[in-house]
């Protein structure tokens, strides 16, 4: 891993990490406000939800009693409706810090690109209907600071050449404001934020395991805290709006309308022309900043203990991307506070954001671990991690094809190509692959034998075994048309495409698939890396695709191919290699140490190769496999093993 956390490089991310030590300090990780601005600010619009349904069952929609039934609710229920009216109020003021605090955090450690283009620009708009919302929440009060926020609100609006100053003559005296604007007001008061709560839920939901609601010790601090500010100092009317005089002081809300202390000074134009080009700013600036960060478009991230190749976006993080895919991976704070969501990278380079000292030690990081919410790859990479407890498993997504193609590769080798609707995508990586759904859910597993295509194709080869469900069904009684229901993709047994080593193929029997499948990804993808397959089967009639296989040996000067048969027959007329596949291999190649081997069979070939080519140098980090029929289940979660076994019951 490299050893290169980003550098605190603004002071922006200086003051928050500061800020977010102090508070760790006071509250501990878990209970960090700066570690769940999102999620507070969640909870204080449903705040402002439920004390403003309450506050308009007593409101009166007209010029004539809005105001008087405002003043009810503070004088005559000061412990119910004058409490929520002060603590609707306090929450819009502190929605309104704590969504810019949010998105200035976001800014300063730059998590607003990539992927999480749509949540900015989905959180811009929740920004500017929250402000339309409350401003609009100003005007039903009906008090001296409404009659400035209509009038000046009117004159901006007027400055519109659409509406030619239409507005303004609403309100030139009191006899002009009718019960029919105070409809509209409350109309729009409903609407908007019923706007606003289908925005938020879309802001959400585009973002993988997003908190909708802080931490319960957060939320009852929080109503405490604005319990208090509301009894202390609640929240009262100014005298009653008369349009026949002009509004010469008011208590201002800076939180909400600081626009409008610039439209008298400035003019409305001006004001329009700061908030649009504002506006355009903000939604533009993930593409403006695209270019920053280092991770490469292409990257994917391999999980063993899960089975699963997970595609990474441009400057998406680990946790990002596998809380994408529906992984169980620990986390809490994420934004390198709390250090629950560790890992261990086995293969590849990732770069850090910046985060806390003591949530990843130094020792920590020169033995290859890091934190996910802070790790970007670089490339491809391979990691390892303890699943949070109590989550349930990623989930498999499941699919149905048609049996587009039947053909026999041998006696006892049938190649079934299934062909998915064209609504239905799978994405798979070369050497995964999916399970086969019978009738009663039983399972059977096969590898992909081809390289992903755009067309939707799948080619399986199916050994037949004898008594086996699905390969008697392939066998005797499948048909073109036949739907066939699987899941997938699923594994790890894929080309690890960020070296330069040697590359050793070890296939044995119709371990040939998946080997097939990454071969030809790698030619397609042109690598260049010495490539020698070697191919161990019974009798020369085991040896399918011949034809392709030579192929490639004359499209491609660096790749080569040995097959070995172990038990030929007179008639084979065999003049190649023969006997036990390893030592072939071993003969050839008697030190590994400089050596990558990927190698597909029988779970007692695949346990057998991985012992004898650890004894000849080969590094257990460089040993990939996926072994038939039931590898053993704790191979798959042993970090210290560093391999890809896959668990792929074929037959």
Request: proline share 5%; glycine share 8%; net charge neutral.
């Amino acid at each position: 891993m490299i050893d290169h956390a980003r550098p605190l490089s603004t002071r922006g991310q200086r003051i928050f990490l500061t800020l977010d030590k102090l508070l760790n300090r006071s509250f501990g990780e878990a209970l960090n406000p700066f570690y769940f601005l999102g999620a507070i600010a969640n909870f204080l619009f449903w705040i402002i939800v439920f004390s403003g349904l309450y506050l308009y069952i007593f409101f009166e929609t007209s010029v004539v009693h809005a105001y008087a039934s405002v003043q009810a609710l503070t004088q005559n229920q000061p412990y119910a409706g004058g409490l929520l009216r002060s603590l609707h109020r306090y929450a819009s003021d502190a929605l309104v810090l704590v969504m810019a605090l949010h998105m200035l955090r976001h800014v300063v450690f730059h998590r607003y690109q990539g992927l999480r283009w749509f949540s900015w620009v989905s959180g811009v708009l929740i920004l500017w209907l929250t402000y339309a919302s409350g401003i609009n929440g100003y005007m039903l009060v009906w008090d001296r600071l409404s009659q400035f926020v209509v009038t000046t609100t009117a004159q901006w609006f007027d400055a519109l050449p659409v509406l030619g100053g239409a507005m303004a003559r609403n309100f030139i005296s009191n006899a002009h404001v009718t019960d029919r604007m105070f409809s509209l007001l409350s109309f729009i008061h409903i609407g908007l934020p019923l706007c606003l709560m289908t925005v938020l839920w879309i802001h959400t939901q585009r973002i993988a395991g997003a908190r909708t609601l802080p931490p319960r010790g957060l939320m009852v601090g929080l109503l405490l805290c604005l319990g208090a500010l509301s009894a202390i100092q609640p929240a009262i009317s100014q005298s009653q709006a008369d349009m026949g005089s002009v509004v010469s002081t008011l208590a201002f809300d800076w939180f909400y309308l600081p626009s409008y202390a610039l439209i008298a000074p400035w003019g409305p134009t001006m004001v329009w022309l700061l908030v649009l080009s504002s506006t355009a700013f903000l939604l533009v600036m993930p593409w403006l900043s695209m270019g920053k960060t280092d991770q490469p478009k292409a990257a994917r991230m391999a999980v063993p203990q899960d089975e699963r190749f997970i595609s990474l976006q441009a400057g998406e993080t680990l946790l990002d991307a596998g809380l994408r895919e529906g992984l169980p991976m620990p986390f809490e704070c994420r934004n390198g506070g709390c250090g629950l969501c560790k890992c261990t990278v086995l293969h590849g380079q990732v770069t850090l954001l910046p985060y806390q000292a003591w949530a990843l030690s130094a020792r920590e990081r020169s033995a290859g671990v890091s934190l996910l919410c802070c790790a970007q790859a670089l490339g491809d990479i391979e990691i390892s991690y303890t699943p949070q407890e109590g989550t349930p498993p990623a989930p498999i997504h499941r699919y149905t094809a048609r049996v587009s193609s039947l053909h026999a590769l041998s006696n006892h080798v049938m190649r079934v190509g299934l062909q998915m609707d064209s609504d239905s995508r799978l994405v798979f990586q070369a050497g995964q692959y999916i399970n086969i759904i019978l009738s009663d859910g039983a399972k059977r597993s096969f590898s992909f034998a081809n390289a992903y295509s755009d067309a939707g194709y799948i080619e399986l080869h199916v050994a037949r075994v004898r008594g086996g469900r699905f390969s008697g069904w392939v066998f005797e009684r499948m048909v073109l048309g036949d739907l066939v229901e699987f899941e997938g993709p699923i594994g790890s047994f894929t080309l690890r495409e960020n070296s330069d080593k040697p590359i050793i193929f070890v296939a044995g029997a119709t371990g040939f698939a998946p080997v097939k499948s990454i071969l030809e990804h790698a030619f397609h993808t042109g690598i260049q890396r010495p490539m020698v397959l070697y191919w161990g089967v019974r009798s020369r009639a085991d040896l399918y695709l011949v034809d392709q296989v030579q192929g490639w040996l004359a499209a491609h000067t660096q790749f080569s191919f040995v097959p070995v048969l172990s038990a030929p027959l007179p008639h084979d007329h065999w003049t190649g290699r023969t006997g036990a596949l390893l030592a072939a291999i071993l003969a050839d190649f008697p030190d590994l140490s400089a050596h990558q081997v990927y190698a597909c069979g029988s779970v007692r070939m695949v346990e057998s190769a991985q012992a004898s080519f650890a004894e000849h140098g080969l590094m257990q980090s460089e040993c990939f496999s996926d072994a038939f029929h039931l590898a053993p289940q704790a191979a798959l979660h042993d970090p210290a093993m560093h391999l890809s076994i896959a668990e792929a019951p074929h037959g």
